[in-house]
């Protein structure tokens, strides 16, 4: 039996894990801030809306699933640029202030 061997992951491919990571770090950390400071703390009105009408876990946890959803399309139609741009926008739009403000309330 001959095994194969994996192709190395392309650029796109790359690109797309890096937008999957942002998101799976967005959504760890808006939930620790949700538990740390409370819902009122969500600047999304979408996600503070069926957090409380369902539950923090489930509205976090479905907007998360949704984005990545959407980003593998993007990605499966070739729109890598925007995939990009999307990660790039979420690292700074969310995980930078997400990092200042859970680094401030820890010290």
């Not at 001959?2 to 990571?21: C, D, H, M, N, Q």
């Not at 503070?48 to 990545?68: D, I, L, N, Q, R």
């Not at 930078?96 to 010290?107: D, E, I, M």
Request: glycine share 8%.
């Amino acid at each position: 039996m001959k095994t194969r061997e994996l192709a190395p992951l392309s650029i796109p491919g790359w690109i797309w894990i890096s937008f999957v990571v942002v998101q799976v770090l967005d959504g760890v950390m808006t939930m620790f801030g949700i538990y740390t400071f409370g819902p009122e703390i969500e600047a999304n009105p979408i996600i503070a809306f069926y957090s409380a009408v369902s539950s923090p876990e489930a509205a976090v946890f479905g907007a998360k699933v949704f984005a990545v959803v959407c980003g593998t399309f993007l990605h499966m139609s070739g729109y890598h640029r925007v995939v990009a741009t999307l990660a790039v926008f979420y690292a700074f739009a969310a995980i930078g202030p997400w990092t200042h403000v859970l680094l401030r309330a820890s010290l």
